[in-house]
């Protein structure tokens, strides 16, 4: 007896639960079928910067998507943005090269002043600007953001100067742009330890050689991460983005949205995975038949999909909340761990499926299983927020 039950059409049940924003979705996949797998691989070969591709998303108004129509945006909703990046990375293509350029800006929109706001927005939302670089962490503090150690120093009325070092600060060397966290009061006068920190808009194509100095930082996937390192860097007063000593709590505001984005990426690298291993596995046929016919191969990859479907859920919900302007930290952490590790998984079974081909650069699996592991790690690693589930949503102690 087969207590599974099933549908005549299997290629329905296939899709997508609910395909919302489908204008939005249908212009992303036309824009990513001009920059299919070889030109990928070709950037990764040259440690190339995807011009060509940031370009065509910043025309199409999509980098601008969450900035309001007042400064020249779109005005979109958190999930539209969602959908976007989703459809980015399902496409076989990849949003890490820009994405920042999405929401670092989410920190002047919120806390920044009527004249910063009129003054960058709108160049940022039509690409005459680029804010994509966000100097937040530190080679000896890591995540530990309270410990930072460099400083911004007042001088006068007029400005602030900036010591210190940062390390994983992707894109730096393709922004024009790059907020930057700061120490502007010794954390040994603070009452608490997320006082005296401040946010910065740093002007990069002013200060660089004068203070500023970015240096490439080689990875294994081609992120376009630096180093950047400051020493006497001025930085005029004005672009202090809202008061002194109030930037942890700033930057902590921006990061629910972030994280939902970059579930949505996981959610979409887990969708190219499922659909291309399906493929594969359809046609390859090995003892005269094909490799899908053995359950061995079906499994991994009906667990993934299944993995997949209820990540969506979550990331939807985690947008749901954040657009009703309602508290969302816990979905938007549990959105962030829930997608990357059902993207991981498909990863491996996309690569098992494959066998020896999926380490053949020409199939795209290998490049796309690096780059969605990263999500496990960044922007926030798996560790830390199950330990924030257990404390601010469980009631458990702090871990340590």
């Known amino acids: 007896m087969n207590d599974v039950a ?48 940031v370009t065509a998303l910043t025309e199409a108004g999509f980098l601008g998507a969450l900035i ?23 496409s076989g293509c990849n ?22 706001k009129r003054r960058y927005l709108p160049k940022i939302a039509s690409g005459e600007l680029r804010l994509q670089a966000f100097g937040v962490t530190e080679p000896t503090s890591g995540t530990d953001t309270t410990k930072l150690k460099t400083r911004a120093e007042r001088r006068g009325n007029d400005k602030y100067v900036v010591t210190g070092q940062k390390v994983w600060t992707s894109r730096a060397l393709h922004s024009d742009l790059m907020l930057l966290l700061a120490r502007t009061t010794p954390v040994d006068k603070v009452k608490r330890r997320t006082d005296g920190l401040s946010v ?43 008061e002194e000593g109030k930037g942890f709590r700033y930057i902590l505001d921006g990061m629910n949205a972030e994280r939902v984005l970059i579930a949505s990426e996981s959610i979409g690298d887990a969708r190219w995975f499922i659909r291309t291993a399906t493929k ?14 053995n359950q061995g191969v079906q499994f991994p990859i009906a667990r993934a999909y299944a993995e997949t479907e209820a990540a969506d859920l979550m990331v939807r919900k985690a947008a749901a909340l954040f657009d009703a302007h309602r508290p969302c930290g816990p979905e938007a952490n549990m959105a ?12 491996e079974a996309a690569l098992q499926t494959h066998g020896g081909f999926g380490y053949a650069k020409d ?25 924030f589930v257990a404390e601010h949503v469980l009631g458990m102690p702090r871990s340590y």
Request: aromatic letters at 8%; hydrophobic letters at 40%.
């Open 336 to 347: 962030k761990l829930l997608a990357s590790e059902a993207a991981w998984h498909a990863a």
């Open 95 to 116: 949003a890490a090269a820009c994405h920042a350029q999405m929401y670092i800006m989410g920190t002047v929109l919120r806390h920044g002043s009527i004249e910063q």
């Open 68 to 90: 309001p129509e007042e400064y020249g945006g779109s005005g979109l909703p958190l999930r539209a943005a969602s959908v976007i990046l989703e459809e980015v990375h399902a």
């Open 200 to 242: 910065f808009l740093v002007d990069i194509r002013e200060a660089l050689g004068k203070g500023l100095d970015i240096r490439p930082l080689k990875a294994m996937i081609n992120h376009q991460s630096c180093e950047v390192f400051m020493d006497g860097m001025e930085v005029p007063a004005e672009n202090l983005v809202g």
């Open 280 to 293: 594969y596995a359809n046609e390859r046929v090995v003892f005269d038949r094909p490799i899908a016919q």
């Open 6 to 53: 099933t549908h005549p059409e299997a290629e329905e049940v296939a899709l997508p639960i609910g395909e919302d924003h489908a204008e939005i979705r249908e212009a992303v996949r036309r824009i990513c079928e001009k920059f299919p797998g070889a030109y990928w691989r070709d950037l990764e070969a040259r440690e190339a910067y995807p011009t060509e591709f």
């Open 363 to 387: 199939y795209d699996v290998e490049r796309k299983w690096r780059e969605c592991r990263l999500y496990q790690i960044a922007p926030i690693s798996t560790n830390l927020i199950l330990s």
